[in-house]
């Protein structure tokens, strides 16, 4: 079963830190760019940060530039996102998503990317005090 899941998300306090993980079963992550997205309640779900399948051009959204950073270990299958200086407006279930194409944006999208395929059904991250 071709399949992406995700973990590491939980509570923590503003300006903590979280590391997301994003592994594939049944596939090999090599030749796919990885997108995370996130979706808080009552919003749209939104693109956050991209890697290309080499592992060169990233993407971030402009809400978390500076504080996110996204890295992949295609020999542990697997993509990260580290997330620091957490703020309340991170709280949302966040999923990573693979493409076949490229981290580039669609126009007029919450940063969704061209050739899309597999999704993971995602991991809770809530940042309260």
């Known amino acids: 079963q071709l399949q992406l899941v995700e973990s590491g998300g939980g509570l923590v306090q503003p300006g903590g830190s979280l590391r997301l993980s994003c592994a594939a079963s049944?596939?090999?992550?090599?030749?796919?760019?990885i997108g995370w997205f996130r979706q808080a309640p009552g919003k749209e779900r939104e693109g956050v940060s991209c890697?290309?399948?080499?592992?060169?051009?990233?993407n971030y959204a402009d809400s978390v530039k500076g504080r996110f950073t996204i890295s992949r270990d295609n020999a542990k299958n697997t993509v990260y996102l580290q997330m620091n200086s957490l703020k309340p407006e991170d709280t949302a279930v966040y999923s990573c998503?693979?493409?076949?194409?490229?981290?580039?944006?669609?126009?007029?999208?919450?940063?969704?990317?061209?050739?899309?395929?597999?999704w993971g059904k995602g991991t809770l991250v809530t940042v309260s005090s």
């Open positions: 890697i290309s399948s080499s592992g060169g051009p990233t």
């Open positions: 049944g596939f090999t992550l090599d030749y796919y760019a």
């Open positions: 998503a693979s493409s076949h194409h490229s981290c580039t944006v669609v126009p007029g999208t919450k940063g969704y990317y061209y050739g899309m395929d597999y």
